[in-house]
């Protein structure tokens, strides 16, 4: 049956219409060639956001990701604030911290009015609404200090129920 109808029709219109091998089409290179220049256009515009190869290469060493979005602001600690909703929701939203931070950073430096965008509480960021500030809110946003020297560390006022021994001298 092949033959019959390859005897019809050239070499290349038979490729071309039925995709078997012989001379390839060229629609069916560019059908295979296609992903990997959208996958390389989209690598080319992480490295320019990031700001060049090296910086690419110390934001990955940093965050162990490259992603590409539209920064929504910074806050008064020097953390930007990213958004991309081409991700799934959930990895949509991220945060970059301030590189003074070093590895020492963790989700506690997160401002109040950033953590509710973050976790999508609203769809405003404090840049385009400032959130109302009242008079029992505190002025400066604390991180969690624990594990460092300046932890908080409660003291008891009681005596304990159990003592160490002490050897006899």
Avoid at 28 to 43: A, D, H, N, Q
Avoid at 104 to 123: K, R
Avoid at 149 to 159: A, D, I, L, Q
């Amino acid at each position: 049956m092949w033959r019959i109808v390859a005897d019809n029709l050239t070499r290349n219109q038979f490729v071309n219409r039925w995709g078997l091998p012989g001379a390839v089409s060229s629609k069916l290179k560019m059908s295979f060639i296609r992903p990997y220049t959208e996958v390389f256009k989209s690598l080319r515009r992480i490295i320019q956001q990031n700001g060049g190869v090296m910086s690419s290469v110390k934001t990955m060493f940093y965050t162990d990701d490259l992603k590409e979005g539209t920064l929504k602001g910074t806050d008064r600690y020097g953390n930007n604030y990213y958004e991309n909703n081409k991700y799934f929701i959930g990895r949509n939203r991220w945060v970059v911290y301030n590189r003074n931070q070093g590895f020492c950073y963790d989700s506690s430096q997160i401002p109040a009015e950033w953590h509710g965008w973050l976790h999508y509480s609203t769809d405003e960021t404090p840049v385009d609404n400032p959130p109302v500030k009242r008079k029992w809110m505190v002025d400066v946003h604390k991180e969690n200090l624990s594990g460092t020297k300046e932890c908080y560390v409660p003291y008891s006022t009681t005596r304990p129920k159990i003592e160490s021994w002490q050897p006899p001298q």
